[in-house]
């Protein structure tokens, strides 16, 4: 069963994700005892040694790393052209370096962005900043630690597939896309704020025969 | 006061039954401990020393009776019966059920209140001046552009997952009471030279383990940008501050790395991308806003009450009242008043449900049924007249609401510290009331006069210890609790940062500590000078002979 969400369905995942090999000496960073998980944003996000060691599928539909994207370009050329070859960043990547290597960011069929914990909201404003300031329109996709509770702030960011964790149901996250209604905010779903979207009503209008009694003068 | 439409009651009613989902599976272990933290942290539910803590927002600090009523009710059916009021201007319960609290949150609904993004890595309750509003010095009242900004942050997607808390606060008077140079936004809402409405940005300070004053990135921006420039701002903290270390997270830190001048220039970059966009201001929304907060609700009245002004003469102990909790009011005949929430022996902040109600029912009488709280943890009745001071006084007696103390130096800001909080290292009400204790003589407080004593049970700084003119810091030193003394620290449009005095003291030590730097103070004192005054006259070297004068011997 495939817990890939497209489009507000569970639907059948038709790419492999590429991954990075694990790092030859595994650079483990600590503060105040507890190991690091978050890098600083801009950081290199894989050796030379993991960019010539990552296995990429010979055929079919792939995802990979955008440092590998980015150094084996030429490899990648042929199946790029025919739309097979999709990227994804690390939250703490640029978006800059992947747009440097394209013409036309809609050349690529699919960008996804991987959460390394749920917490790192960097990809919220990378998929904001796709979506607007880059006008990319092809599939953007939430990887890694993709959980339900934060699927609605995903889906307004831009996000249209979300491959939610392999240990949670995409069934049960799929009721979470819907927690709230009407938002007060555009983002990149709407971009219209609540204002422009209803009539709201004033102050006048509220306290007629609405919730709080209007309260008189004081009574002396 | 602002109240809410269909659309704001649908979103508080959708959080309530998202919650009680959330909170459902976890329960069921569906959640783990670690996915289920930020989710209850965004709804102000801390796990504490002893329970959970749930803060409640009250929006820039105002509500009206009904909903203090409703706060009264609360305490008394899942908690113990009492409440604090905290410096973010909110209500915090310190003992509810974790499992209890989607059932608050749904009692909270019914009066137009929620504990939305009152903590948690995301944008926090935006908060204000206490005399918004009714302030002489006002030039614009801040609430409506508070409100918009309250809504436009409530479940904002692109801000979920900051690396770090994020506060706001608005200043519209001439004399800053908002801390806007404290906060990781500031904005300074003033008139142009066209008339029109402008505002000042202030980005990256804070409190905390790395007090920071901050910067201004704009000295001039057109209202109708507020919005637009503030998720600029955030876009770029969003994306670059650190994850990697939680005390670097701040915004402060990322101002600080970059420089202020590149920072703003990464944020009018992004900005220009934005401005004029769908997120822009109308006048028709700020005035449907405003219409909530239109003056125009007061009595025309003299400026003079002569039944005020005979009971000032002939009762000493309402006078010191009047002199020191009623406050000047822009309309003639009308004053605000502070409830001292600071009186000797009570936790700084906290009320119990009567006294709760008590309020509620002054609010009612006198002052159009609403009330503020400061951020200096006191109640505000904003709008009383001249004529009915003395009623409001009398009651407020009764329910020991009538320190004559605002201002003085028993009027101790004190964040909750080691009694409650699982964050702090050492207590703090604790050190409050031994100071209170220590100057209990009302004419000698009222000698000593203005002076702003904060106190802070770890360096997260809640208590805001950096700014007092005297602040105290709890530290942990090989597992026993110590207090670091600073002073010279200030709030307003001329804040600045304390000075630490010296080594730390043990807890015992603070009151006597305290009682030498106001002897300094009143020999060294030049006539109507204030503490604050005189610490930057002469500086802290006199402050730190005398204290540490035993140890030099």
Known sequence: MSNLIKNNAIVADDWTLVALPAPAEDTVRKQAGKVVIFKITGEPAATPEQISGAVIPAAGKVIVPLTVWLARKDELAARAAKSEVGVWLESFELLEDLLASVADINSLPLIAIHFPRFVDGRGFSLATQLRTRYQYRNELRAIGDVLRDQLYFMHRCGFDAFSIRTDRSAEDALASLRDFSDPYQGAVDNPLPVWRRHARVSHHAATEGRVFARHEDEVD | MYIYDDIDQRIVDERVAQYRDQTRRYLAGELTDDEYRPLRLQNGLYIQRHAPMLRIAVPYGLMNSRQLRKLADISRRYDKGYGHFSTRQNFQLNW??????????????????????????????????????????????????????????????????????????????????????????????????????????????????????????????????????????????????????AFKARIKILVKALGAEEFARRVEEEWALHKDGPGTITQAEYDRVASFFAQGRHTELPAQDASFDAARASNPAFAAWAKRNVHAHKVAGYRAVTLSLKKTGIAPGDATAGQLEVMAELADQYSFGELRVSHEQNVILADVKLGNLFAVWETARVHGLATPNIGLLTDIICCPGGDFCSLANAKSIPIAQAI????????????????????????????????????????????????????????????????????????????????????????????????????????VAPFKARVYAKEAA
């Open chain 2, 436 to 539: 209170q204790e220590k100057f209990d003589d009302l004419d000698y407080l009222h000698d000593i006069g203005d002076i702003e004593l904060n106190i802070s049970g770890c360096m997260n700084s809640c208590g805001h210890q950096h700014v007092g003119h005297i602040g105290v810091l709890g530290v942990d030193k090989d597992g026993s609790e110590w207090y670091q003394i600073t002073i010279g620290g200030k709030q307003g449009s001329d804040a600045r940062l304390g000075t630490v005095i010296g080594p730390s003291f043990p807890a015992e030590e603070v009151p006597g500590v305290i009682e030498k730097l106001i002897a300094t103070y009143i020999e060294t004192r030049t006539e109507e000078e204030r503490f604050i005054d005189t610490v930057h006259r002469i500086g």
């Open chain 2, 96 to 245: 509810p059920k974790l499992e209890t609290v989607p059932d608050i949150l749904a009692e909270l609904a019914t009066v137009q209140m929620h504990a939305i993004q009152t903590s948690g890595s995301c944008i926090r309750a935006i908060t204000t001046d206490q005399f918004a509003g009714v302030a002489p010095d006002e030039i614009v009242d801040p609430r409506p552009f508070i409100e918009i900004m309250r809504q436009w942050s409530s479940f904002h997607p692109e801000f979920a997952g900051l690396p770090r808390k994020f506060k706001l606060a608005v200043n519209g008077a001439r004399h800053d009471r908002s801390l806007v140079q404290a906060h990781d936004i500031g904005l300074e809402l003033y008139l142009d030279s066209d008339g029109k409405i402008a505002v000042r940005v202030w980005v990256g300070g804070g409190l905390g383990r790395t007090p920071i004053l901050g910067t201004v990135i704009r000295e001039h921006l057109e209202w109708q940008h507020a919005l637009t420039y503030c998720e600029a701002i955030l876009r770029v903290y969003n994306l670059y501050g650190r994850r990697d270390n």
